[in-house]
């Protein structure tokens, strides 16, 4: 459960770092979807950065993201990185489906550590970015406070373990929930929105 503090914590760091460039920048919470009040960002008269700082249920992020893109032609999306509610990291489930030779077996060690069981959110804004993810990243013992991004690629389940003579095998197919992040960018400088994404500001 993402709480009311860490909400406050990530809108504050993602407006800090917007501050200071030619567009005036408004942080907004505002019940948009009826009974869930979402944190947004307003960048000038054009833009729009959506804080997923909680679970929208039922399809109703996509309908929070399809009323800004009605309203404003540049929107972003920025998600909070707790490791919990978001960027859950799959090894802690799913590893015994690798070295147990199941349906994950071709992944190293290494790959499982940067699997990601993603929730519908995530989902979402992968498709809509080329696979481009960006999450807010919490100060921890191993990094500093910042705007990360992630690349993700698709995750394969492999099921050639079972025998083909078998009545009910399953076929190959790609995972709706697993992606495995191959690209990483942590920003901790001031930062700009470009079209949908976020990006350094030079």
Known sequence: MVTKAQKGQMLDYVVAQLEGSSEKVVPVTKS???GIDSNYILIGEKGVILMVDQIYSGGSFQDLYGKARAARPNVASVVLKDGRTFFRNAAEGKDFKRSNGLS?????????HRMILSRSEEIFLEGL??????YYQPDSERLRAGVEGFHFVPVELDYSHIDSREKFKPQNTISKRLHLWDKRLHFTEPLVLEGSLLKRRE
């Open 32 to 34: 948009v979807i009826p």
């Open 104 to 112: 994950l077996k071709h992944y190293s060690p290494q790959e499982m």
């Open 129 to 134: 970015n080329s696979g481009w993810v960006q």
